[in-house]
């Protein structure tokens, strides 16, 4: 293998592959990156057996070939190089020179025969989208799923590809996302996928919002591939709860709040709430809404803001945390919350979204301590 690449085109290629590689692992070859020099470009490849990504830059290629570098080292030193030429040469199967300016490196790594081969999966006949559709869901949802490992078909999101929409939904239990989009693309086949969050978050990360997306899968494993760019992942297998049966239809009580002020509001009782519980009281009637705090080994807070409220006064509890997060990813500076009673789930959506995205998410409430 012997060929020449821009110290930048490498760069970029190895910052897309080497989120895959596992920090730790007791296989050695998956601490390495995958380097082959094709007619098309040097193609790498990480992965951590559950998620694999594999990304085609420019580079004058030589004589074609393949070894595995160790990851880290690699992007370290990298990083370090000048921007200018960097020559790479194989020399047998475990050994390759690395030559940049007046520098030159040997580093030992290990043939492409014990690499793992990527999933197979079939894009024939396969489902069409842009990244940007894909990317609003992530963004928006993903953020809700679990990281606990006791229900593990809630620590994927569930992504529903629907004849006219695409839907995503992610839940730990206390809070939830949801979001569903027209689509514009066409879809192969409907389906109901549970994808790890950290699949997705590689997706946003790694194509660019008009890159087109082909959608492949076998029964265990999603594709999702551009021109230039792979990522597979596993699927969790499972279930997911009915959702639609905790998402509240009757909650008749409204309000609707200006966001920078609900989330400052919040970040300053959340510093006298409980480290356990995060409890904090929501107290709305007519105008506004009362937060407070009483927490018995360290004090007690209290705030006013204006809301506009339609309903009888409530008074309710939750995790500060939860709602924050919620909040964080509302795509508009008003937001809408609404309530049944002091035991039943809100929900919190955008108020003016000129969108034709639906957004929905839900937090329950913690039960108050009078």
């Known amino acids: 293998m012997k060929f020449t690449i821009t110290r930048e085109q490498l760069q970029e290629g190895l910052t897309a592959v080497a989120a895959a590689v596992p920090s730790k692992t007791t296989l050695p070859v998956l601490a390495n990156i995958l380097l082959e020099a094709t007619k098309d470009g040097l193609k790498l490849s990480g992965t951590d057996l559950d998620i694999a990504v594999g990304t085609t830059v420019a580079a004058a290629v030589d004589q074609e070939g393949a070894i595995t570098l160790p990851a880290r080292k690699l992007v370290e030193l990298v990083r370090e190089l000048p921007s200018a030429g960097i020559r790479i040469t194989t020399q047998g199967e475990q050994r390759v020179t690395i030559e940049c300016g007046r520098s030159k490196f040997k580093l030992l790594g290990l043939p492409r025969e014990e690499f793992p081969s990527f999933p197979q999966v079939t894009f024939d006949g396969s489902s069409k989208t842009t990244a940007r559709e894909l990317q609003k869901l992530i963004a928006h949802v993903a953020f809700a799923a679990s990281t606990e490992e006791s229900r593990p078909v809630l620590n994927g999101v569930l992504w529903q590809l629907l004849p006219d929409r695409m839907r995503m939904v992610a839940t730990n239990g206390h809070r939830l996302a949801k979001m569903e989009i027209p689509m514009q693309s066409t879809l192969a086949q409907q389906a109901e996928l549970i ?22 899968r076998s029964d265990n494993h999603l594709g999702f591939r551009s021109a230039t760019t792979q990522v597979f992942t596993r699927l969790i297998e499972g279930p997911y709860p009915n959702y639609e049966q905790v998402i509240p239809r009757e909650n008749d009580k409204v309000a609707t709040v200006e966001k920078a002020s609900l989330m400052s509001a919040l970040r300053r009782m959340a510093i006298v709430a409980s480290d356990q519980t995060h409890r904090i009281r929501m107290s709305f009637g007519d105008g506004s809404c009362r937060l407070s705090v009483t927490t018995p080994d360290l004090g007690e807070a209290q705030e006013e803001i204006t809301v506009s409220y339609e309903g009888e006064p409530l008074d309710i509890g939750f995790n500060a945390n939860y709602l924050l997060e919620v909040l964080k990813y509302m795509p508009t500076d008003e937001v809408r919350m609404t309530f049944k009673a002091p035991e039943r789930a809100a929900t919190v959506e955008p108020v003016g979204w000129d969108d034709p995205a639906a957004y929905l998410t839900l937090v329950m409430p913690l039960r108050l301590l009078d």
């Open 195 to 216: 994808v790890p969050p950290k699949a997705l978050e590689q997706f946003r990360k790694l194509f660019g919002p008009d890159d087109e997306i082909e959608i492949g």
